[in-house]
């Protein structure tokens, strides 16, 4: 209970003539030293937070460039794409798979209906089913095949553009020119391979074809033909276009998804950072109050403001202040040593004493430079991220 506590101080202390003093002194060093431990604690991790980010600005540098497809070390401005961009790109990559999946399901099903003419009746009727996994797997062969030719022809394209519009030598499109010719060949036997194959569709969809004793089926007969080849042509067509855009931005969006991910990883660290200031600067001010707190108690047990021998300094203190001599808003070293006897009269002076610690002001004064940098840093992150993209 506070006034047993009160009894006990006022019995041990009240003959002294300088309890006022030491008491302020007392608490102060005790409140510096809480102070002091809280902020270890609180900033236990900062070195290693503050490493992490000095490594992020090393990787920064890493995204600053990309290889294009000459194998050349490109400098770009990020962020690469607008988020406008980012999600065209997103689509067009959701669509190409759409699109893969959808010729894999309409090439399983042709294979499917011809798998009797490569497997034998009886492995047929041994293992039912098995003409699902051989449709399968030559239509997943077959699109990857597809894939790689759509590839090769676009990346041919797109160095011929490079070394044209750069005025580059001509025997640096000779890598190209071993994919580009596997790539035609595998587009020509897709073609040759399709038309033959829609013929054998549309004869099986109508029975017997032209020799059909349906009317109707033999009428049918040509546009099923038809049908069956163009649609076919028209999704590979579909996932051509869309191949070209992702080739096209592929290496990029690479380079601008590593970029992304650093700066997020970043932010996370600078925002650790900032909750070190914030809840240092909270802790000290907490801190500094219950210890004001504890001096005024004390200056109501014992009945005075100041000691006796220091009533004539804390008389002075009070004629300053009147005549706005003191501005404790800027207290300086002199003014406080000056009054650090009457310390306890006011709250900026005894503030002044524990705030002032090196210790203390000096891990406030480190976390509030390394938030300059972080800001100054973002400022410039957030200028780049005004611009338009330089896909």
Not at 97 to 109: A, Q
Not at 202 to 217: K, R
Request: proline share 2%.
């Amino acid at each position: 209970m506070w006034f047993i506590k009160s009894w006990i101080y006022k019995t041990r202390y009240d003959s002294l003539p300088f309890k006022m003093r030491n008491f302020t002194s007392s608490y102060q060093e005790e409140c510096r030293e809480v102070i002091k431990h809280e902020f270890k604690n609180i900033t236990a991790k900062l070195d290693h937070i503050w490493t992490r980010i000095q490594l992020k600005d090393a990787k920064q540098k890493m995204h600053d460039f990309h290889t294009d497809i000459l194998g050349r070390s490109i400098k770009v401005k990020q962020p690469i794409f607008t988020e406008n961009e980012v999600a065209k790109y997103k689509q067009n990559r959701g669509l190409y798979v759409g699109v893969l999946f959808l010729m894999i399901f309409f090439e399983g099903i042709l294979y499917s209906l011809m798998a009797g003419m490569f497997i034998s009746k009886q492995t047929l009727k041994d293992m039912p089913g098995i003409e699902i996994v051989f449709g399968l797997a030559f239509a997943i062969i077959f699109v990857a095949a597809l894939h790689f030719a759509f590839k090769s022809l676009w990346e041919f394209f797109e160095a011929k553009f490079l070394i044209e519009r750069d005025n580059l030598p001509s025997v640096e499109l000779k890598p190209f020119y071993k994919n580009i010719f596997i790539g035609t060949l595998i587009i020509i036997v897709f073609l040759i391979t399709n038309i033959y194959t829609g013929y054998i569709r549309a004869t099986i969809f109508e029975g017997s074809g032209a020799t059909s004793q349906s009317l109707m089926m033999q009428k049918l007969h040509g546009p099923l033909l038809v049908f069956s080849i163009a649609i076919t042509f028209i999704v590979a067509f579909v996932m051509a276009l869309l191949e070209k855009e992702i080739v096209k931005k592929t290496e990029k969006y690479k380079v601008f998804k590593n970029w992304k991910r650093q700066q997020k990883e970043r932010k996370a660290y600078n925002t650790q950072i900032r909750d070190m200031l914030k809840r240092c600067i909270d802790r000290k001010n907490i801190l500094i109050d219950e210890y004001w707190g504890v001096m005024k108690d004390l200056q109501r047990v014992f009945r005075i403001e100041v000691d006796a021998d220091r009533k004539d300094l804390y008389d002075e203190l009070k004629e300053e202040i009147a005549n706005n001599n003191i501005d404790f808003w800027n207290i300086d070293e002199n003014i406080y040593q000056k009054y650090l006897d009457v310390a306890l009269t006011r709250y900026e002076l005894f503030a002044y004493g524990i705030a002032n610690d090196i210790y203390i002001q000096g891990t406030i004064d480190n976390l509030e430079s390394k938030i300059k940098s972080i800001e100054e840093y973002e400022r410039k992150n957030a200028s780049n991220a005004n611009g338009t993209g330089n896909v």
